[in-house]
């Protein structure tokens, strides 16, 4: 693995600028990969690791550039929880972690930096250097993955009953004996105008 100023060059360039979640993001998924005993996720074991991140914010895109786990590469998965929270899944030893960051973190960075009147700037700085057991907590945990979760995996197409759209990963309804992707049983995000 790389160090901490390596990994903050490569998220800043990756997120758009480093700030305090991206410092903890960084943290997190370092001491996630180093309790499985990962030491190389975007090299020798990239096909070991499957994420699951909890929250839509900068965190998860330093997850990202720890992990090298992407949603594109079916290694990234996103359960929109709302907590700085991360599992970190070892395929090969079957074997997962969940880190989450405690909210303790942020009092504690306001003690010892207390002349950073910025609060992301004092964040930064005490993430930077607070020891992983000031930051986390982490619990050994099971996922189960089917089949369909892997990375890699090609399952059988579909098509949508209602809207004529493809349907990739098993990812549909039958309701009376027609094949319906989720946005047509109701579950659209927008409204065809």
Known sequence: MKSLPEYELLA????????AGQVLG???????????????????DRKRVVTFV????????????VTGCRLGKRALKFRDFGKAAATFCDLR???????VAL?????????????????????????REMPDAELFAHAWVRV???PDEFPG?????????ECGEG???????????????????????YRVL
Do not use: W
């Not at 800043?12 to 700030?19: D, I, K, L, S, T």
């Not at 909890?54 to 550039?65: H, S």
């Not at 942020?106 to 002349?115: D, H, N, T, V």
């Not at 995996?153 to 009953?161: D, H, M």
């Open 93 to 99: 030893d079957g074997r997962a972690v969940r880190v």
């Open 26 to 44: 960084l943290r997190m998924a370092m001491h996630g990969l180093e309790l499985l005993g990962i030491d190389d996720p975007v090299g020798t």
């Open 54 to 65: 909890e929250i839509d914010r900068c965190l998860t895109d330093a997850v990202q550039v």
């Open 144 to 146: 189960e993955l089917g």
């Open 153 to 161: 995996y090609k399952g059988t197409r579909r098509v949508c009953a």
């Open 167 to 189: 349907i990739n990963f098993e990812r549909f309804v039958e309701r009376v004996g027609r094949i319906l992707c989720l946005g047509c049983d109701g579950g659209n995000y």
């Open 103 to 127: 909210d303790s973190s942020k009092s504690r960075a306001k003690e010892l930096f207390p002349l950073i009147a910025d609060k992301n700037q004092q964040q930064m700085a005490a993430y």
């Open 12 to 19: 800043a360039g990756a997120h758009g600028h480093m700030c």
